[in-house]
């Protein structure tokens, strides 16, 4: 009897040491996934610190451009005021020069007219290759043309309402600003996903933490919570890393 109670306690000690011995090897599988992981999530979230620093500065200098164009908009907006009042003198001198009956400097002031409006012609088949804005030049021309004809000024209030008409000088700078504030937009999102595998790294080293104090326990039951949690962890890592955004550069790292 004593011969088989000694035998069963002898089996039942290989098998707790073939269980210590397997659960020693997983551990050990488990701290070098996890060291890899660990490493992989922080060098995503480094390239995506890396994305959001440059799309901040590519934004911010696509700004400072986008305000020097509507600086120069702006002034091209005023130097065609200037011009259109101009335009309106002549309109109102051509009226009184035919009232009058001089003929001469009816003449000069058509010629002028004319000019102004050849020039605005020039401009519009030169400068503009986006339809739309053609199709406002042509609008404008339209206009200068029937204050010539009809001996009318041309109203100021009526050239504004033209559509697209402040698209002529702001566009530039309009389109420049929507595509920085895509990049800054970017950098935010990057910024996000940066702190997001920065957690992954949280939840890495928690499971490092686990499986590393493991082999200090004593009692086989304190072993198995802590695996547990470390195996707890380490889901939660993967699944959470898997679920988020990874940087669309990440394959130019690897010649991809």
Avoid: C
Avoid at 218 to 225: D, F
Avoid at 240 to 253: I, R, T, V
């Amino acid at each position: 009897m004593n011969t088989y109670n000694q035998g069963n306690i002898e089996q039942g000690a290989v098998k707790q040491e073939q269980g210590k011995d397997k659960l020693e090897l997983i551990v050990v599988i488990m701290l070098g996934i996890t060291a890899l992981l660990t490493a992989w999530a922080v060098w995503v979230g480094s390239v995506h610190g890396s994305n959001q620093s440059q799309n901040y500065t590519e934004g911010n200098i696509l700004s400072g451009i986008g305000n020097a164009e509507y600086n120069r908009g702006i002034q091209m907006l005023m130097t065609d005021m200037l011009m259109y009042n101009e335009f309106n003198n002549m309109v109102t001198d051509l009226a009184y020069a035919k009232k009058i009956g001089d003929s001469a400097e009816a003449a000069k002031l058509e010629w002028k007219i004319q000019r102004e409006i050849d020039d605005l012609t020039n401009t519009a088949n030169e400068t503009t290759t986006d339809e739309e804005m053609h199709k406002v030049y042509q609008e404008l021309i339209l206009a200068l043309s029937q204050a010539a004809e009809e001996g009318k000024p041309l109203d100021m209030a009526d050239l504004v309402q033209i559509e697209g008409y402040m698209d002529l000088y702001l566009k530039p700078a309009t389109e420049i600003w929507e595509e920085a504030k895509h990049l800054v937009d970017q950098g935010n999102s990057d910024n996000a996903n940066a702190n997001r595998f920065g957690l992954v790294a949280v939840f890495t080293a928690m499971t490092l933490f686990m499986l590393g104090i493991i082999s200090s326990l004593k009692r086989s039951s304190n072993k198995r919570v802590a695996f547990g949690i470390a195996i707890g962890t380490f889901l939660i890592a993967t699944i959470y890393m898997m679920s988020q955004s990874f940087p669309d550069n990440l394959l130019s790292f690897f010649g991809g």
